[in-house]
């Protein structure tokens, strides 16, 4: 369910229901928002979209489809999505039958592993007093608490939308960071 969502079925507003749970309980939901955004692109849509950037660039680069999105020219999802989506930008366009642009470098050494960026979004979390947990508040943090940390970029091109990454982060098993101090105790006395 989506936050909207409860709040019809309980009849309040949209911010009764954010102020009632746990900052934990928020980010599931958000991940559910997000996802039903992400949604909105069928598989096919996107390869459509894919085929319509190409009249505009010839051979079609990840780069030059994002500038065409940006600038309205395609109708389209986004380059992260067409990634997760697909796996590879390459992957995308060989199913949309188009040619994709030659990579920048033909080894890519990887900095963090997937667990080692979920490690660093937990690590974000819990050094939130105020469990502010916006990409906002993780860009800050990072430029001036943790300039180690990935980008959000890299975050939302490997693992997935900032609610999604959160959830993930907290799903962590075995970490450092304990989130118990969000969890919200309810008396229903």
């Given at each position: 369910?989506?936050v909207a969502e409860i709040a019809y079925d309980l009849e309040v507003s949209e911010s009764t229901v954010a102020k009632s749970i746990s900052p934990?309980?928020?980010?599931?939901?958000?991940?559910?928002?997000?996802?039903?955004?992400?949604?909105?692109?069928?598989?096919e849509e996107c390869l459509e979209a894919l085929r319509t950037a190409q009249t505009y660039a010839f051979p079609l680069t990840a780069k030059t489809?994002?500038?065409?999105?940006?600038?309205?020219?395609?109708?389209?999802?986004?380059?992260?999505?067409?990634?997760?989506?697909?796996?590879?930008?390459?992957?995308?366009?060989?199913?949309?039958?188009?040619?994709?642009?030659?990579?920048?470098?033909?080894?890519?050494?990887?900095?963090?592993?997937?667990?080692?960026?979920?490690?660093?979004?937990?690590?974000?979390?819990?050094?939130?007093?105020?469990?502010?947990?916006?990409?906002?508040?993780?860009?800050?943090?990072?430029?001036?608490?943790?300039?180690?940390?990935?980008?959000?970029?890299?975050?939302?091109?490997?693992?997935?939308?900032?609610?999604?990454?959160?959830?993930?982060?907290?799903?962590?098993?075995?970490?450092?960071?304990?989130?118990?101090?969000?969890?919200?105790?309810?008396?229903?006395?």
């Open positions: 369910m989506t934990i309980q928020l980010a599931f939901l958000q991940s559910n928002e997000r996802n039903l955004v992400e949604k909105k692109f069928s598989d489809y994002s500038k065409l999105i940006s600038k309205g020219e395609v109708v389209g999802p986004s380059t992260p999505l067409i990634y997760n989506r697909f796996g590879s930008w390459a992957t995308a366009c060989q199913l949309a039958g188009v040619e994709s642009g030659e990579a920048v470098r033909d080894n890519y050494d990887r900095q963090y592993t997937d667990s080692e960026i979920l490690q660093y979004v937990r690590r974000f979390l819990y050094e939130q007093e105020d469990a502010n947990w916006t990409i906002a508040q993780y860009v800050k943090w990072r430029e001036f608490d943790c300039e180690e940390a990935p980008s959000m970029a890299l975050i939302r091109n490997r693992i997935g939308s900032w609610p999604m990454t959160r959830v993930k982060a907290i799903l962590l098993k075995n970490s450092p960071y304990s989130l118990e101090a969000f969890e919200k105790v309810f008396d229903y006395e």
